[in-house]
């Protein structure tokens, strides 16, 4: 018999995803716990652990005697996501800034450069795994993980939860206007500006377009009330 390798908790978010982008499980929903334990072949017990795990970054709320809901999503969870994101990469780029050599810049000019192709294909959503892979080319040369476990958490949680929506003309100009900042990023990297390129991912990049997150996300919990 064959040791399941994935650690459990990456299982469980693994699921959660899968069910969301299928639109078998929404956001603001109860999790069938029973399903859960069907699919993942786990007891209920080891999955109650995962959950309390998952409640802490966010992802769900724990109801006594009522059940696990998956998180809605709401303005004000992606402005903070914003914020924190902006922070915690800026300062990671910063740390790494005499790291990053000129066949790191070819690797980010060409992504955003295939990502140029991806657009003009009309194929939006395959340019948020282009969008991982450049973020992933700087920040894999720090050495401080629990900073990119960090950035990781909450990149899942505006990513994945829920899915994506790319069918607005808002949504794709505000895709081709965070694309161009890759490309500023790049060349403000590549003239040695340190203190610019840093300043640039925090204050522009990660600075949240409200009417494109409105329409990117699938919002709940009272979001239109949000300002």
Avoid at 1 to 13: A, G
Avoid at 80 to 101: K, W
Avoid at 121 to 131: D, K, M, P, R, S
Avoid at 134 to 156: A, E, I, P, T, W
Wanted: with cysteine; aromatic share 12%.
């Amino acid at each position: 018999m064959v040791r399941e390798r994935t650690p459990l908790r990456e299982r469980v978010y693994n699921y959660l995803k899968t069910e969301l982008g299928k639109g078998t499980l929404e956001p603001g929903k109860y999790i069938d716990m029973e399903l859960l334990s069907s699919q993942l072949k786990i007891s209920r017990t080891p999955l109650r652990d995962v959950l309390i795990r998952l409640e802490v970054d966010g992802i769900v709320t724990i109801y006594p005697r009522r059940g696990v809901m998956v998180n809605p999503v709401t303005l004000n969870t992606v402005r903070d996501i914003y914020q924190i994101c902006g922070a915690l990469e800026s300062a990671l780029l910063f740390e790494v800034f005499d790291y990053i050599a000129p066949a790191h810049l070819r690797t980010m000019r060409q992504i955003v450069d295939d990502a140029d192709e991806v657009f003009a294909a009309g194929n939006f959503e395959q340019a948020h795994e282009l969008n991982s892979a450049f973020h992933s080319v700087f920040r894999g040369l720090s050495g401080n993980d629990f900073l990119k476990r960090q950035l990781d958490m909450f990149y899942q949680r505006l990513y994945y939860f829920p899915k994506r929506k790319f069918d607005s003309s808002v949504v794709k100009e505000g895709e081709l206007a965070y694309w161009r900042d890759h490309r500023t990023l790049t060349e403000l990297i590549e003239a040695g500006k340190r203190y610019e390129a840093a300043n640039f991912l925090r204050d522009v990049h990660w600075r949240i377009k409200e009417d494109y997150a409105k329409q990117f996300h699938v919002l709940g919990g009272g979001s239109a009330s949000e300002h």
